[in-house]
């Protein structure tokens, strides 16, 4: 179970809002995952669970911050807890307000997606960094914790290097590797991090 946070502030309520990121996120990558099926089928269409994704996501994203806010507030530092505030809810921000801006076509998607991407990173360094200090703090158990540096961690890692495999020559075989090694990091962190919200969402409320 978590660790000494019987005492802490908020712990019932970051338990249900992590339970609710969970589910609206991994509903969020559900819609995604339709969306591109029909994209890659003889069928096309599927434009709606494109716009269902973008909605959801953001309404996942949203619902993450009194879950940021709780695991800030029980960072030891006070340093550490203003750099974890500002990272977590600068990120969250983009993302809860970048896809209803698409949907209604305040934005393109050329300008929507790369700043997207770039907030979902800053998203993925909170969650390295807030579980490493989590972790090393005696806030969440070892493996929750280290779940989460992974995803997070794992999925910058992932986008960095289908950024790179960019720069390589369309025609060269290294492209497809390097588009392969990235897409599949941050596909497993795509995919991860709802669940690691989830399994929070569970500790917390054990607690």
């Known amino acids: 179970m978590v660790v000494s946070t019987a005492v802490r502030p908020g712990v019932w309520m970051a338990s249900l809002f992590a339970y609710a990121a969970g589910i609206t996120g991994t509903l969020a990558n559900l819609f995604l995952i339709v969306f591109f099926a029909f994209q890659f089928s003889s069928l096309g269409g599927g434009a709606s669970f494109g716009s269902a994704n973008d909605l959801v996501g953001s309404l996942a994203t949203a619902v993450m911050v009194p879950v940021v806010l709780a695991l800030s507030a029980w960072l030891p530092d006070r340093r550490l807890r203003w750099?974890?505030?500002?990272?977590?809810?600068?990120?969250?921000?983009?993302?809860?307000?970048?896809?209803?801006?698409?949907?209604?076509?305040?934005?393109?998607?050329?300008?929507?997606?790369?700043?997207?991407?770039?907030?979902?990173?800053?998203?993925?360094?909170?969650?390295?960094?807030?579980?490493?200090?989590?972790?090393?703090?005696?806030?969440?158990?070892?493996?929750?914790?280290?779940?989460?540096?992974?995803?997070?961690?794992?999925?910058?890692?992932?986008?960095?290097?289908?950024?790179?495999?960019?720069?390589?020559?369309?025609?060269?075989?290294?492209?497809?590797?390097?588009?392969?090694?990235?897409?599949?990091?941050?596909?497993?962190?795509?995919?991860?991090?709802p669940v690691w919200f989830l399994i929070l969402g569970r500790h917390l409320g054990r607690s």
């Open 83 to 193: 750099i974890s505030r500002i990272l977590g809810l600068s990120a969250l921000t983009v993302l809860a307000v970048g896809g209803p801006l698409l949907v209604l076509g305040v934005l393109s998607f050329e300008v929507q997606a790369p700043i997207a991407v770039a907030a979902w990173m800053v998203l993925c360094l909170w969650l390295l960094l807030v579980n490493r200090w989590s972790r090393l703090s005696a806030i969440l158990v070892p493996w929750v914790a280290r779940l989460g540096e992974f995803l997070g961690a794992g999925t910058v890692a992932g986008i960095v290097i289908v950024g790179l495999g960019v720069l390589l020559p369309g025609a060269s075989w290294a492209q497809p590797v390097v588009f392969g090694i990235g897409g599949v990091l941050a596909l497993v962190g795509m995919l991860g991090i």
